[in-house]
């Protein structure tokens, strides 16, 4: 494996701890949410939801620049326009015959349009409509996406390296 490979190797091992850590948070908020601490404070549960949400937001982020790092340095040049960021997540999933394997699979881009599409609408509205239970099944999502975002990442440097 070249030098700039191992540098962007581990460029994206110091993400995925900074997404680890970011997870823990989001549990440790759902706890929260759960306990007899908040459980008669509407105020509480929008502060904890609005926390949880720019989690949720700090996460994707994350996947989205290590998706970027990766086919920058490897395709050469990142998607542009008004909709580059579904244009990321397709690329991602793509084999680019002679020049790398597929980065993630199908069925996590998917999960991680659901996160973008979040992204998007937490930018746009105000804090007090984020919904609870909405909250809940995102968090949930981000939580159980992690494992299997790092699992693919690890595995496409595996076999990029093979095959580099």
């Known amino acids: ?15 995925l701890k900074e997404i680890e850590q970011s997870k823990k948070l989001i549990t440790k908020n759902l706890d929260l949410l759960d306990s007899e601490l908040g459980s008669n404070s509407e105020y509480f549960h929008q502060v904890l939801c609005r926390d949880i949400g720019f989690i949720i937001h ?15 340095q490897i395709d050469g040049y990142l998607p542009e326009g008004g909709s580059w960021h579904r244009e990321l997540l397709n690329r991602s999933t ?16 998917e999960n991680l349009e659901e996160l973008l599409g ?24 981000t939580i159980e996406t992690f494992p299997l975002f790092q699992s693919q990442i690890e595995a496409f440097f595996a076999n990029f390296s093979d095959n580099s």
């Not at 989205?64 to 790092?69: A, D, G, H, P």
């Not at 793509?94 to 881009?109: A, D, Q, T």
């Open 58 to 72: 700090s996460i994707y982020t994350g996947y989205e620049r290590i998706l970027k790092r990766i086919i920058k």
């Open 94 to 109: 793509l084999e680019i015959p002679g020049i790398r394997p597929p980065i993630i699979n199908r069925e996590l881009s």
């Open 118 to 141: 979040f992204r998007h609408a937490l930018r746009n509205l105000y804090i007090h409509q984020l919904k609870e239970k909405r909250i809940r099944e995102l968090a949930r999502l």
């Open 1 to 15: 494996m070249l030098a700039h490979s191992l540098i962007l190797k581990a460029e994206v091992q110091a993400e």
